[in-house]
């Protein structure tokens, strides 16, 4: 139990150091921070977010979710996925973390067996391509 306990902690804290430096040391100078977000998200990923928008169609994301920057991406029964780079926790309790959002992406059932989210058959290289478009928005 203690171990569950301080991963869990050192999860938190990683997601909202995460968190805070890409809110605050990125979120408010234009373009020129655009590029700097995007070169953190793909460093973070691996990822590459110009790939993102095909695959965000490709599996329907955009059915669920409103997505900044994918036409037509207003789905209401997701939650949002604008400024994801400055939440603590994603899908309801799980650490800001690269590697969970990638996860979460590709099996969410892993992290929530409940869910809504469905499996979608997104691979993990997918997955990083998404996570680097939503963090570098």
Known sequence: MRTVFARHRAEILAGAALAAVLASGLGAYGVRNEQQRRAVA???TGGDPALAPAIFRRYGCAGCHSIPGISGADGKVGGPLAALR???YIAGGLANTPENLIQWIVV???F???TAMPATGVSQDEARHLAAYLYAD
Do not use: C, D, F
Request: charged share 35%; aromatic share 0%.
């Open 42 to 44: 793909v460093a973070m």
């Open 86 to 88: 400055e939440r603590v």
């Open 108 to 110: 969410p059932q892993r």
């Open 112 to 114: 929530s067996p409940k």
